[in-house]
């Protein structure tokens, strides 16, 4: 695969605070897909194309998450232009989309051809014939207020012929035409294993081609791709990743060097290696969920307290560990170890154990990796639609093994970074060298000594949804079940001591005797703090006689209290806490 680049925009300067990669997809530009159908080239590619376009569309149009394709619009050129596909979305639509292919393969792949002029002027007409309707969709979306962040369009060619002699073809035509809203546009040449070559022109006519017919303010890119359902797919999966560009998605901040005070910034983009499997409805059959093991094992139907069978995995492939990407792996990984199921005995346990051992040491020793899949024979009724997922086997140090999930062709994005064979530039490399003097280094990374500060924003966090309690809240609620009043009894501001009821009668007969009781010191339920006077509770009957006594000692006239009847010494007894 290869990519002639005719014009790139002005990259911008964007100064300021750190910036995180937020990929919300709001720029994402609208698609349209132009086939050139023209014989004889067509019957060459048109089977490869429309099952292309087939697993693509299955795979667009089931994706959760942000909108990647926002609109989608498809054209094919043969012996005229024909719309097949006006502005849709994507997501939810694979039934049209799909029919729309199966008509792209109706297009008979014999007969004559115009003329290379004909053809042109059809290419033509065709991009500005998307231009106008993409005009009229936003409008209409803006009159039905409906605002939209998506105010540009990119167009792909797909065709057989010299990708050259294409794109000069668009340059001439559209040159004095309104492309304000053409963002990009793109020309993908399907070729065959033995054409590889024959077109490319001398570079001395393409700069005279790029001069005299460049369509300003618009990228024109040539892409010459194998002819391979994999190749055209991984094209079109270029759409779905974020196509922003107006800021940069990440800041690296190095330490300050040490002839320098200002810290050094690394401003850098952000790429997606791979569609999610969380995005996709069938998760739970491509492995995405490695976080506990309950989220691994197999659904099985049956009574729920019926353990679930183990998850079977087939190793189907040895991997040389330096030939493994990280960047194929994804989730979260789950420690391997010997079983220590009770359930075995002795004998069995120590066998397995051996043959565990045995495999790690191996693996250790040669530098190995496994590739393992889910077994089909024992697929649950979940799985029954044929969808499994891959795993790779690394060994440890320890009597231990780690699984992750790897990911298949189905997901994985296009990523063709180009392989360094030149130095970096002296003053830069000095540069980075001196920040990174400035920093510790660890021969043994330990996770403990990182902290996220995760306990205190979670407790922070709780206190503050919650409502607070008071200190020993059981106490308290005993007291002012105590301190309620007698149904029918006013309210006093103070609390008043209770008197036994005959002493009352005897009092009220002989008007004599002064019955005064000193007051008991009152005390709130609202207090923080608990006095030995409220742990006591209320004075009893028999404190009542004993002031009575001495108040009538005092006076001179001696009053004997009448003794209390067996009832209330059992009631003054239970007022006591």
Known sequence: MAMDNRKRPAASSNSGSVAFWSSSFRRQPARVLIVEALPPWWSEISTVLCDALDNFFSLACNLDGPCRIPLLSLYAISRQQECLLPFVQ????????????????????????RGAARGGELLRQTVLDSLQQFKQYIRHRSDGNQP??????????VTSQPGQGIIGQCETGLKDADLVSLKRLLVVQIYSG????????????????SEECLMLGTEVDLQRVENSVFAVESVLKSWLQEQGGDREHLHLLLPSPMDSPIPVCVKCD???????????PLTPNLGVKTESVRDF???AKGPASQSPPPQRLKIIKVLRAEGV?????????????????????WEEMESNHNLFHALCCTLRSRDFFLLLQVEPAQRSTAESSGVYSHYVLQPSPSLTLLLKPVVSRELLLPCHQPILTQDPA????????SCLTQLDEEFVFNPLSLSTNLYQHLKSRGLLSQPRYPYRLQPTAVLRDQSQPAEGAKPTAGRQPRQPQN????????????????PMPSFSLHSSSFSSSSVLGPPSAKASRLALTLLSSSSGKSHRAPAPSRQEEDNDDSMII
């Not at 939209?148 to 060619?157: A, G, K, L």
């Not at 033995?194 to 081609?209: E, F, K, L, R």
């Not at 569609?275 to 996709?280: D, E, K, R, Y």
């Open 194 to 209: 033995g054409d590889w070559g024959q077109d490319a022109p001398s570079p001395d006519v393409t700069y005279t081609q």
């Open 270 to 280: 952000m790429q997606e290696r791979l569609i999610s499997p969380a995005l996709i």
């Open 325 to 345: 990407c990280e960047s194929v792996l994804y989730g979260l990984p789950l420690v391997i170890r010997p079983t220590t199921c009770w359930q075995l005995d």
């Open 90 to 113: 994507v997501r939810g639509n694979l039934a049209r989309l799909h029919s729309c292919v199966e008509e792209l393969r109706s297009i008979p792949g014999e007969g004559c051809i």
């Open 297 to 299: 094992q197999s659904v």
């Open 503 to 518: 002493q009352s009668r005897q009092l009220g007969s002989n008007s004599k005797v002064r019955a005064t009781v000193a």
């Open 426 to 433: 002296p003053d830069a490399m000095q540069t980075v060298q």
């Open 148 to 157: 939209s962040h998506n105010t540009s369009v990119e167009v792909t060619v």
